[in-house]
Nanobody
Framework: QVQLEESGGGLVQAGGSLRLSCAASGRTFSSVTVGWFRQAPGKEREFVAA????????YYAHSVKGRFTITKNSAQNTVYLQMSSLKPDDTAVYYC?????????????????WGQGTQVTVSS
């Protein structure tokens, strides 16, 4: 069993930056893929980025590629999402999720564990 806890959300102006953290407990992140998803008001939850924990291969949604970077700190069992050049459209609750496989996937139903989410609000 893996417990995930997100942190780092907040209010930022357009063009600004935030770094989200996803800390795992219960089990390590070995042999898993960790992903970030987001859900804006009135919209479905969507894939943002993912990292295969062992190989460190990454994958990004088109809407965030070049602006967001997903990284990991194996010693601290933490995955980060560095978000730059933020836009009002990035406003959402951001969720961290883990998948019991080293193959990166983007579908919500392919992830086994979820955090409670952290709010990111980008003002114009």
């Amino acid at each position: 069993q893996v417990q995930l806890e997100e942190s780092g959300g907040g209010l930022v102006q357009a063009g600004g930056s935030l770094r989200l953290s996803c800390a795992a407990s219960g089990r390590t992140f070995s042999s898993v893929t960790v992903g970030w998803f987001r859900q804006a008001p009135g919209k479905e939850r969507e894939f943002v980025a993912a990292i295969a924990y062992v190989a460190a291969m990454t994958y990004y949604a088109h809407s965030v590629k070049g602006r967001f970077t997903i990284t990991k700190n194996s010693a601290q069992n933490t995955v980060y999402l560095q978000m730059s050049s933020l836009k009002p459209d990035d406003t959402a609750v951001y969720y961290c999720a883990a998948r019991r496989s080293s193959t990166v996937r983007t579908g919500l139903d392919e992830y086994d564990y979820w955090g409670q989410g952290t709010q990111v609000t980008v003002s114009s």
